[in-house]
């Protein structure tokens, strides 16, 4: 619950000045939107994964993040930092929700 609340509390990081982080930004963004599924199982107990490889999205998408930063203006660190911890949070959340699967 501790990491789910601070997901829930968590400000979605900026997109940026560079084409890259524009397009990280929106890949974070449907990340996030498979991730909503969470809501779902803390409020109502329904635990229905995404239909799509969310850990893999979120681990290629911070690969991508640490690879933009390392070539960006230090406005943009700042941004690929908020971004690449945001999709860490979000990855551990998920990860979290797997494991809490119902028992057969």
Known sequence: M???AAWRRAGFPGPGSSTGL???????ADA?????????????????????????MLDELMD????????????DQEVARAQHAYAA???RLYRQFLRAAPQQ
């Open 2 to 4: 501790d990491c789910y």
């Open 22 to 28: 524009k397009l990280t930004y929106a890949d974070l």
């Open 32 to 56: 996030d939107e498979y991730v909503t599924t969470v809501i779902r199982f803390v409020e109502r107990g329904i635990h229905r994964p995404a239909p799509v490889d969310v850990l893999g």
């Open 64 to 75: 991508r993040i640490d690879r933009l930063a390392a070539e960006s203006s230090a406005e």
């Open 89 to 91: 949070l979000t990855a």
